[in-house]
């Protein structure tokens, strides 16, 4: 049964920046319906906040990252200490639903369902942008328009927002370190689209579930409402994609994207034309911003897939195997943390 399964939740942090925001992410994990078996902390190379944590959260298994930096290796991290069946991972700068681990669970009923994701929504700490576009609502982490609005099978759950059977990590391995966010200042992602895709080539049939019920709330800052943030972010996506495809292929890293592209997106435009039509000026902003996002998404996937290139032409050079050939943190069940 869904309900007797036990859910392990997983918040990484790395700067002190969001102390309020991190403690009231485990606020809402401590006030479930569905009470958590643990609730795993895990603080990205910074030994202080790791005190100060461990010390304001006693009920809470406050741990280092034991990889490299970034947020690849502080999920992998959770997951070794991890001991329920289901690992759910939610963002540092989130507060969940109060049934948010419950319909996890139900969502589970299905045994060919692996992963189950859920809705996040924003939580704008400044007024929304009038020029801000449904369609990138993944800029600032929340669902976006062309998503399911009901419960749906997906390709990829969205990282902060997410959780997965135990075996999923023994049939892939964990999440690949060098892909998503790290010390860089770029706003990278992607470690969860690679693992998924990853984890549905290496056992086909598998089921990714995404349930609307399941909610959070994401915090916007002001300094991400800025067409700046907003044109690096869908920058960094490209670069991100890039990635995502040197290691699982195109065919499988850009199929949802490819729908999105020619069908979300120029449906958009049309949209904030016609709202400018009616009277809402800001709906050409709207448009312009889909165009924009869309042509710095595709900058950043040219110069990633250069650096890809030059970076795989290097290691043959060098007698060594393309990255998605080479043993990693993503290929060893042992990274995980559990006996071999």
Request: glycine content about 10%; aromatic content about 8%.
């Amino acid at each position: 049964m869904a309900s007797s399964l036990s859910i392990s939740v997983v918040i990484c942090a790395h700067t002190q920046k969001r102390w309020h925001e991190t403690c009231a992410a485990v606020a809402s994990v401590r006030a479930q319906s569905l009470p958590s078996r643990e609730i795993i902390l895990v603080v990205d190379h910074n030994p202080e906040l790791q005190a100060g944590l461990a010390e304001a959260l006693p009920d809470v298994t406050v741990v280092a990252n034991r990889e490299a930096r970034g947020l690849s290796g502080g999920k992998n991290t959770g997951v070794a200490l991890a001991s329920g069946d289901i690992v759910a991972y939610l963002d540092d700068d989130a507060v969940a639903d109060q049934d948010w681990l419950k319909y996890f669970a139900d969502s589970y009923a299905d045994p060919a369902v692996i992963g189950v994701g859920g809705r996040t929504l924003p939580n704008w700490l400044a007024p929304r942008p009038s020029w801000f576009p449904d369609e990138f609502a993944w800029v600032v982490g929340a669902a976006y328009r062309g998503m399911p609005e009901t419960r749906a099978p997906v390709r990829n759950l969205l990282g902060g927002n997410a959780s997965f059977r135990r075996e999923a990590f023994e049939i892939a391995g964990g999440f690949q370190n060098g892909i998503g966010r790290s010390a860089a200042k770029r706003p990278l992602g992607c470690e969860e689209t690679e693992f998924c895709i990853r984890l549905s080539q290496r056992a086909p049939g598998v089921v990714f579930l995404y349930d609307n019920r399941a909610v959070i709330w994401h915090v916007v800052p002001a300094d991400r409402c800025r067409f700046g943030y907003f044109r690096a972010r869908c920058y960094a996506e490209g670069l991100s994609k890039a990635q995502v495809t040197a290691s699982v292929g195109a065919g499988d890293g850009l199929a949802t994207e490819r729908r999105y592209t020619t069908r979300v997106l120029p449906a958009g435009v049309a949209r904030g034309v016609a709202d400018a039509v009616h009277g809402d000026r800001a709906g050409l902003g709207r448009a312009g911003a889909i165009v924009a996002g869309v042509t710095a998404t595709a900058a950043g996937y040219a110069a990633g897939s250069i650096q890809q290139y030059r970076q795989q032409r290097r290691l043959r050079r060098a007698g060594q195997p393309r990255r998605a050939d080479r043993p990693g943190s993503a290929d060893r069940p042992g990274s995980t943390g559990r006996p071999a």
